[in-house]
């Protein structure tokens, strides 16, 4: 854990997600890139990584779809749109799709604290445009995330971690959020 820290968190619930299939939800994802960097998406048939270059979503599958699906709303569990100030959180309900977003612009003033998380991949089998094919063990775990190199310390997401105080004074995380991607 890093050291805490007090930004001003605004939560925006209630967003609608308006994209009926792959093509129109990229395009919706493009115009909500503001202050946000790199994509995150799990689906029912894998893991989609994503960067945003120039206003223009990248995804994994377009380079890797051997290890990457198609981003589609029928298969998407949650996505994720992040920056160092921003997420984007986009999640299947029984209705459709469903977002909130947390910004560090204004709101009310929260304590939080970053935690790295080690990513899958302890070598580069192939990289094209801003992804890498990274490779894990003996099963051949593999996954594309924007990274263009690995440094001894291997790929990393910093989580960011909200913490609010109950009425007796127990501090507890309510909200977290991808905040990075690093190599």
Known sequence: MDRLM??????????????????????????????????????????????LDQGRLLLSG????????????????????????????????????????LREDSGEAVPCYDVQQILWGDRIEAQKGCFSLLREGEQGLRHAPPISSLSARRARLTVRNYIKTDASGQAYVYLSRLAGLSA
Request: negative net charge.
């Open 6 to 51: 007090t930004v001003n968190l605004e939560v925006e619930t209630g967003i609608a997600v308006d994209a009926r299939d792959g093509h129109d939800l990229r395009e919706w994802f493009e115009q909500q890139g503001e202050g946000c960097t790199y994509f995150l998406a799990h689906a029912d048939d894998g893991v989609i990584w994503g960067c």
């Open 62 to 101: 377009d380079f890797f779809p051997e290890v990457s699906p198609a981003l589609r709303p029928e298969t998407l569990q949650q996505a994720r749109l992040f920056g160092p100030t921003t997420e984007l959180l986009v999640w299947s309900t029984r209705g459709g799709l469903a977002a909130r977003r």
